[in-house]
T-cell receptor
């Protein structure tokens, strides 16, 4: 049974560019949450998707947007990249009131 | 608003000694508490959770955590530390049991076990 899969594992983008990160949830999970983890910090909640809609959102600007597909997979899009967007982006999937299963993350470096 | 505090950036323990990693929380309603561990360049791995019931929760790799409602704490403990326990540990809280509530993480505590 595959866990949470994130792609790509690493990428480098130039300031001002746009990026799309992808997440496939654990089999049977229907909810996807995205987190940003800057170096040396705890994960910060970006948003959560359920039934193809954004259900909750953290304190992130509109440059951060997402999508959930009918198969429960999800994308995180970031526009107009800033140097401060460099971080590990974590996807977590869940079902009901159970805890999260995390992917290994995507390391984004903005230069 | 919910929040989590991990007052220690780093905890250093000798192998074989007991360890404690501290966590306090603030939520409205019933807390749903977690501990996760993170190894370098990896995602977070679930250790244990508290929903309700017994205040002492047992989890993976010999870890346990004690829920104290009056002190709003959820400290992680292990009776005998291993060098392989060295990693970054995160406490997390969700307000209530609904999956619609987001999980909020603390800033993390780096646990270093010396041989």
């Amino acid at each position: 049974d595959a866990g949470v899969t994130q792609s790509p594992t690493h990428l480098i983008k130039t300031r001002g560019q746009q990026v799309t990160l992808r997440c496939s949830p654990k089999s049977g999970h229907d909810t996807v949450s995205w987190y940003q983890q800057a170096l040396g910090q705890g994960p910060q909640f970006i948003f959560q998707y359920y039934e193809e809609e954004e259900r909750q959102r953290g304190n992130f600007p509109d440059r951060f947007s997402g999508h959930q597909f009918p198969n429960y997979s999800s994308e995180l899009n970031v526009n107009a990249l800033l140097l401060g967007d460099s971080a590990l982006y974590l996807c977590a999937s869940s079902l009901g009131d159970r805890g999260y299963t995390f992917g290994s993350g995507t390391r984004l470096t903005v230069v | 608003a919910q929040s989590v505090a991990q007052p220690e950036d780093q905890v250093n323990v000798a192998e074989g000694n007991p360890l404690t990693v501290k966590c306090t929380y603030s939520v409205s309603g019933n807390p749903y508490l977690f501990w996760y561990v993170q190894y370098p360049n990896r995602g977070l791995q679930f250790l244990l959770k508290y929903i309700t019931g017994d205040n002492l929760v047992k989890g993976s790799y010999g870890f346990e955590a004690e829920f104290n409602k009056s002190q709003t704490s959820f400290h992680l403990k292990k009776p005998s530390a291993l060098v392989s326990d060295s990693a970054l540990y995160f406490c997390a809280v969700r307000s209530g049991y609904s999956s619609a509530s987001k999980i909020i993480f603390g800033s993390g505590t780096r646990l270093s076990i010396r041989p």
